[in-house]
């Protein structure tokens, strides 16, 4: 609590305009570049560059030197240090050490506007998937939704694992299986920072995640405030539409409207293939036929999500760990035991391969 109050009271003390000249240094940019300080803050270093007449935020990982930096009291180069460290060794395959460090840094930035908080929350997110916690990984993914503000998705820098168009997670579709059952999905915290999108994400998450222990009824109830909750947004938003797409598929109460889910995913796999959205296509397709009554669809859905396992895990190899378990667990089910084990011993050998091509690399680069 003590060190959250120096950093209030430092971001107001500094937080007044400034006429010194500067020149920083970006991570993300090369050279050294002639700048106006304005002020430091929670997100970053605000400067006018150039001759440019509105400021610009430079969040705290992207800083790498700043001349006369008297704006920039101790506790904000602790946060510009830690800030850095963990956005580089996520860049470079370290999870397990960005996690340590993005973790800390969650408890002063997550629910929060502004680009040091974007990054924090996709961190976070990202570690938290890595170790195989699909649940945990949703709020902090929402929290990047509402690091944006006001501002469109479409609009923001590209971000490694969020495909920007779509303003998904690329890892973390609405799917959940085996262990994720064993974790709540937790609420969203309240307050006004919180986005319509977050909430629309976090509502279709966490009927995905409980919805075995819904009746009929009660779904019907709960698609209806989503899809109420969608119109809200006042414009077309691609991402939502592609996940209630595998909402309404895999969970929808009547056999129509699955099946019409499952016809719009399909004209996705024909128009995006070799892709990240033809892996969760398939996902959905695959899901969806599982969870069917017949044997025909069981089988047909079982295939879908053996495309992924077999032609797609380079897209994404935790999606492909995750088809694989839905395989298994299936085949298990159909005293076809051995098969799927045999499945998820090659996905799971071809993981480790990836994570230890990953570790020398990182090793190189330290």
Do not use: C
Not at 208 to 226: C, K, N, W, Y
Not at 271 to 289: F, H, K, M, Q
Request: negative net charge.
């Amino acid at each position: 609590m003590i060190h959250k109050l120096v950093l209030i009271l430092s971001a107001y003390v500094v937080s007044s305009a400034y006429s010194q000249s500067t020149q920083v240094v970006r991570w993300s940019v090369d050279g050294r570049h002639e700048a106006e300080i304005v002020s430091a803050g929670e997100q970053g270093v605000t400067l006018k560059l150039g001759n440019d007449d509105l400021p610009t935020i430079i969040p705290w990982y992207d800083l790498r030197e700043l001349t006369n930096n008297q704006v920039i009291t101790s506790d904000w180069k602790k946060i510009n240090l830690d800030a850095w460290r963990a956005h580089a060794r996520l860049n470079r395959g370290d999870y397990s050490g960005a996690a340590r460090l993005y973790q800390q840094l969650a408890q002063n930035y997550l629910w929060k506007v502004g680009p040091e908080s974007a990054d924090v929350a996709v961190g976070l997110s990202r570690t938290t998937l890595d170790r195989g916690d699909r649940v945990g990984a949703v709020l902090p993914f929402l929290g990047w939704s509402v690091a944006l503000g006001t501002s469109n998705f479409e609009e923001s820098s590209p971000v490694d694992g969020i495909d920007i168009q779509y303003g998904v997670l690329v890892d973390l579709p609405p799917i959940f299986v085996g262990d994720d059952f064993d974790t709540q999905l937790e609420p969203m915290p309240n307050g006004q920072t919180v986005s319509l999108r977050a909430k629309i994400l976090h509502a279709i998450y966490k009927l995905a995640h409980d919805a075995d222990s819904r009746t009929d009824e009660q779904l019907r109830d709960d698609l209806v405030s989503i899809n109420s909750l969608v119109q809200q947004q006042g414009r077309r938003d691609p991402g939502v539409v592609f996940i209630v797409e595998m909402l309404n598929a895999v969970h929808h109460p009547d056999l129509q409207k699955r099946n019409a889910s499952r016809a719009a995913l399909k004209r996705r796999v024909r128009t995006n293939p070799d892709s990240w959205i033809e892996v969760w296509a398939r996902l959905g397709i695959g899901a969806s036929l599982i969870s069917e009554k017949d044997t025909k669809s069981n089988e047909l859905g079982a295939i879908e999500l053996i495309h992924i396992v077999v032609r797609l895990a380079h897209e994404s190899p935790a999606l492909a760990l995750l088809s694989s378990q839905m395989v298994n667990e299936y085949l298990i089910k159909t005293n076809r035991e051995q098969w799927g084990q045999s499945i998820m011993l090659q996905v799971k050998e071809n993981s480790m391969n990836s994570a230890v091509i990953n570790e020398k690399e990182s090793k190189v680069h330290e």
